[in-house]
């Protein structure tokens, strides 16, 4: 028996047909020119049932042979232990179900959950207000573009080369129609970003530099240094994070003078998915609230007296301003935002840090041990977060092949992106990696190497 | 109902849910030493596992849903979410997979994309589809930016962009972040786009028309074929916005009546849940001469299986990371397997029937504005209850007392105090006329107690809110008490 959601029996169809005045639903299209309609039935396959839909499935999951592996791939999209609290409360169908909250009064627990969360990423970014999320961290990174140069009304933006290539690629097509260019910023030999370039490639016309940290070869920037420089040139600071576990530990980039904070937030209690859907998000301080875009959620009193929550500041956007809105985003990431909501509530304030502390000290470890063997070299030496840069003495191609052997991805190849850093590998070690995971690898980076 | 606090208000120093992993490897404290630290995140909760269950347990009490009762919010096709798909998506196979990782060993992944891909192409009549953009605002973009880079390629991107007056807002929106100037076409007394001032306005200026169809009235464009091809004759191309396509899934295609490029929702037509504003997905499809132009990388089939090919030289690049919301993609394909040809044209056909029903049975108590045939969705208004002093926000506030959730409100803007109500094709016959002896009975209400309907919804957990203060006065974040 074929599956159906229609809950309508054939006696109440004939009634409603009667209703309507007319003897068959075809009647109903009569609007539509027999020129244009479909002589025949879709070409789709004959419908499967439950157990059949499920098997189908489970076939094509299976022709997935990533989990037969030990995985070190990061660079963007991150590993961690997900709570079961997250996966039991964030498929209640209440949370599940519903539309946008257009209607607060029917709509508070939505609501309240977004209050939570732009305040839990402005206690995380040290900004002062954050919207109710975004596609995603790529999407985030040009609508920041965009945001800044509304702001300040100038049209060339400095993008860091150590940007996450997806961000980059993401930011030129954003920007491509609206009269914006992009300058790409050099990366230093220890993987930073390059501050003398910045100071030249700075002008009256630079609306802002973009840049990441940890950046997208796991090094940490100078962020401080990075906005001083920009501020001087009355030109604004957009730092993206793509680890924001990392917040845990590092200082707040709303204390090192940023003015936008944009990023991805899948780590918080959001699986690998493929790569989406994760969860873009974006704070920033307080004076450039009109202009950032998305949803937004404020508190409020009813009638009564009693508090609650809208979505508010609406002028921004498109359904009220039409083409003058500040970004055509209609949707957010509710539910993975509910996720993140209730992952950071459960980790709680010593729960973050602890986190961010396992996957430095074990990021630490991997990295001391692996530059410790004979033919791999550490790229960049400065500071890393969980991920870090390895360079080897023979083609990353042939080592990973024979990591794969072993059963083990050992990590991103930079070459594709980086030509300059072609045979490199970037690694993620988080805490979903034990000890014996980390030593596994190197057993098997040095039989590679032998 | 009491007021659940912010979690900010249950926090207290020393507790915890948190169950993490010990730490395995030795600690060096040097790796700390070099480093930009925070002391304290100051103001993040402490709360114990019980507390978070309880916390959002009663925050979701405080939410209507589809699960509870029909959402008949217009040109937002609230449909049922099917459960299976729900389950299929989360297959760890499936969702715990790393999209950076070989193409080989991702193939039941790149699969399912194909797949969509297919089918979707063959439901819109087109013949590309991508999958990468997130949502329908993000589709609309990338379906404008198609046209603009195929134009520009021809010699000249052209100026402007014509948009119906009924069209959704976020067409304008994605217009101008094209680089285009908008020009409105007005709708005529039959709630369709007047061809005649179309005509007029079709210049050689003019890189494209955006049009929704059904529009937003719910009014099928009967001249659609006449449209497309004035655009053509003159050199532009036709974008159609597809939010309404659950009208014409297995009855007629996009693609038939010219249209060049059409976005979809996949949190629409094809039953994924809305989760309360997101994630959505909104492939593109397109005829032909636009695929070089589609975002990067596109899934291709080789003899040795599917690959991802990046090297696209005419695409317009990337709009987001990745694959796009590749776990929305597998429940609506899970959907379509799951009704085959025979239960995808039900869709429209008990779509149509229901919202048929509706607009039968409610025109006597409420405007009617355009006397057109309607599919999917109808919009009535509230001037006869404007008499009574009674706006359509009145009327939707009131329908929160009767347990139903409101209709689009004020939308579209050509429709003055407009309710506009789409029941989609899941609802029982029990629940529409639940919701039709409700919106009678509120008719009456207005006439004989309109006080009842300007101060309500009484019934909910909290009453109406003060959106304006909240606006003026924004307090979008918690702060501890000083």
Redesign the interface.
């Given at each position: 028996m074929p599956m159906s959601y229609i809950s309508l029996s054939d006696k109440e169809k004939k009634a409603m047909l009667d209703a309507v005045g007319i003897a068959s639903v075809g009647e109903l299209f009569r609007s539509i020119p027999e020129g244009v309609r479909l002589d025949r039935a879709l070409s789709v396959p004959e419908p499967l049932s439950e157990p059949e839909l499920t098997s189908h499935f489970e076939k094509l999951a299976n022709h997935n042979r990533y989990s037969d592996f030990l995985s070190f791939l990061g660079g963007g999209i991150y590993p961690h232990f997900i709570p079961a609290l997250v996966d039991y409360l964030a498929s209640r169908g209440e949370f599940v179900s519903p539309y946008t909250p257009y209607q607060p009064e029917v709509s508070q627990g939505t609501l309240q959950a977004i209050f939570e969360f732009q305040t839990l990423i402005c206690q995380l970014t040290g900004m002062d207000i954050s919207n109710a999320s975004l596609y995603d961290g790529a999407s985030g990174a040009a609508e920041a573009v965009l945001m800044a140069s509304r702001i300040n009304r100038k049209t060339k933006i400095l993008v860091a080369r150590s940007l996450h290539p997806h961000y980059r690629q993401t930011i030129a097509t954003y920007i491509r129609n609206l009269g914006l260019t992009a300058r790409e910023m050099k990366v230093t030999p220890a993987g930073t970003l390059d501050l003398e370039d910045l100071e030249s490639g700075l002008d009256e016309d630079t609306t802002a530099v973009i840049f990441q940290s940890p950046n997208y070869f796991g090094v940490i920037e100078d962020v401080a240094a990075i906005s001083e420089i920009m501020h001087r040139h009355q030109a604004l600071s957009i730092a993206v994070v793509t680890e924001p576990v990392s917040l845990g530990l590092l200082q707040p980039p709303g204390l090192q003078g940023v003015d936008i904070v944009t990023g991805e937030a899948q780590s918080f209690g959001i699986p690998l998915s493929f790569g989406g859907p994760v969860l873009g998000f974006m704070a920033c301080k307080n004076e450039f609230i009109r202009q950032l875009p998305g949803r937004i959620a404020g508190q409020t009193r009813d009638v009564d007296g009693k508090r609650g929550f809208v979505l508010t500041l609406s002028t921004r956007e498109q359904h009220i301003r039409r083409e003058r809105a500040t970004s055509n985003i209609c949707t957010n990431q509710a539910l993975c935002l509910l996720r993140a909501t209730i992952y950071l509530e459960t980790l709680g304030r010593n729960g973050l840090r602890s986190l961010a502390h396992i996957n430095m000290q074990k990021a630490g470890y991997a990295r001391q041990l692996l530059t410790g063997l004979e033919g791999v070299r550490d790229v960049f030496g400065g500071p890393v977060f969980n991920e870090f840069v390895l360079g080897f003495d023979r083609p990353w191609e042939e080592i990973a092949a024979e990591l794969r052997d072993a059963g083990i991805l050992g990590g991103l190849a930079l070459g594709p992106d980086y030509p300059e850093w072609a045979g490199c590998a970037l690694m993620c070690v988080t805490e979903t990696h034990g000890k014996d995971d980390i030593d596994r690898l190197a057993a098997a980076l040095k039989e590679a190497l032998s | 109902m009491i007021?659940?606090p912010?979690?900010?208000e249950l926090?207290g120093v020393g507790?915890?849910?948190?169950?993490?992993?010990k730490?395995?490897?030795?600690?060096?404290e040097e790796?700390?030493e070099?480093?930009?630290?925070?002391e304290?995140?100051?103001?993040?909760?402490?709360?114990s596992?019980i507390e978070?269950?309880r916390?959002?347990?009663r925050?979701?009490?405080?939410?209507?849903?589809?699960?509870?009762g029909m959402?008949p919010?217009g040109s937002?096709t609230?449909?049922?979410?099917?459960k299976?798909n729900?389950?299929?998506a989360?297959?760890?196979?499936?969702?715990?997979?790393?999209?950076?990782?070989?193409p080989?060993?991702?193939?039941?992944?790149l699969?399912?994309l194909s797949m969509l891909e297919e089918?979707l192409a063959?439901?819109t009549?087109m013949d590309d589809v991508s999958l990468q953009p997130?949502?329908?605002?993000?589709g609309?973009?990338v379906g404008m930016?198609l046209i603009?880079a195929a134009l520009e390629e021809r010699g000249d991107p052209r100026r402007l962009v014509l948009i119906p007056d009924s069209a959704?807002?976020?067409n304008?929106?994605?217009?101008?972040?094209?680089?285009y100037r908008?020009q409105e076409v007005k709708s005529n007394a039959a709630g369709m786009v007047d061809l005649e001032d179309l005509d007029r306005m079709m210049t050689e200026e003019v890189a494209a028309v955006m049009i929704t169809n059904p529009n937003t009235l719910g009014?099928?464009e009967?001249d659609?074929?006449r449209i497309t091809k004035v655009v053509h004759d003159r050199g532009g191309m036709v974008y159609m916005d597809g939010a309404n396509m659950n009208a014409l899934?297995?009855?007629?295609?996009p693609g038939?009546?010219g249209v060049d490029v059409i976005h979809l929702n996949l949190?629409k037509t094809f039953?994924t849940?809305?989760?309360?504003?997101?994630?959505?997905?909104g492939p593109v499809a397109v005829k032909r001469m636009l695929e070089p132009y589609l975002?990067a990388p596109r899934i291709e089939k080789e003899s040795s299986g599917y690959v991802l090919n990046?090297d696209r030289p005419k695409s317009?690049?990337?709009?987001?990371?990745?694959?796009?919301?590749?776990?929305?993609t597998?429940k609506a394909l899970?959907y379509?397997?799951?009704?085959?040809?025979?239960?995808?044209?039900?869709i429209a056909?008990?779509a149509?029937?229901?919202s048929?029903?509706i607009r039968?049975?409610l025109e006597e108590d409420y405007h009617l504005k355009y006397a057109?045939?309607t599919?999917h969705e109808c919009v009535f208004s509230d001037k006869f209850q404007k008499q009574y002093g009674v706006s359509n926000i009145d009327i939707?506030?009131r329908l929160?007392d009767y347990d139903v959730?409101?209709p689009t409100?004020s939308?579209p803007l050509i429709v003055p105090g407009a309710l506009m109500i789409e029941p989609t094709?899941?609802?029982?016959?029990e629940?529409l006329d639940r919701f039709i002896d409700a919106m009678r009975a509120i008719n009456r209400e207005a006439r004989e107690n309109p006080d009842l309907l300007k101060?309500a919804?009484h019934n909910?957990?909290?009453?109406?809110?003060?959106?304006t203060?909240?606006?003026r006065n924004?307090?979008?974040?918690?702060q501890p008490e000083k």
């Open positions: - | 007021a659940e912010l979690i900010f926090s507790k915890t849910a948190c169950k993490l992993p730490l395995d490897v030795p600690v060096r790796i700390l070099e480093l930009p630290l925070r304290d995140i100051p103001g993040f909760p402490e709360v596992e978070v269950v916390h959002f347990t925050l979701s009490q405080y939410n209507y849903c589809i699960d509870l959402y919010l937002c609230m449909k049922y979410n099917p299976i729900e389950k299929i989360s297959l760890p196979g499936l969702a715990a997979v790393h999209p950076g990782a070989p080989d060993l991702i193939q039941g992944n699969a399912i089918f063959e439901i009549g997130s949502a329908g605002a993000q609309e973009l930016m603009r959704h807002g976020t304008p929106s994605s217009a101008h972040i094209c680089g908008v009014v099928f009967e659609i074929c899934v297995g009855i007629c295609r038939d009546m949190h039953s849940p809305h989760g309360g504003g997101g994630p959505g997905s975002p990046h317009i690049g990337r709009v987001r990371a990745f694959y796009g919301n590749f776990l929305v597998v899970a379509i397997l799951s009704l085959g040809p025979h239960g995808l044209k039900e056909e008990i149509v029937l229901n048929n029903y039968k049975s057109s045939p599919l939707a506030k929160i959730h409101p409100m939308f094709e899941t609802e029982s016959k629940d101060s919804p909910s957990n909290v009453r109406r809110l003060d959106e203060s909240a606006a924004p307090i979008l974040r918690w």
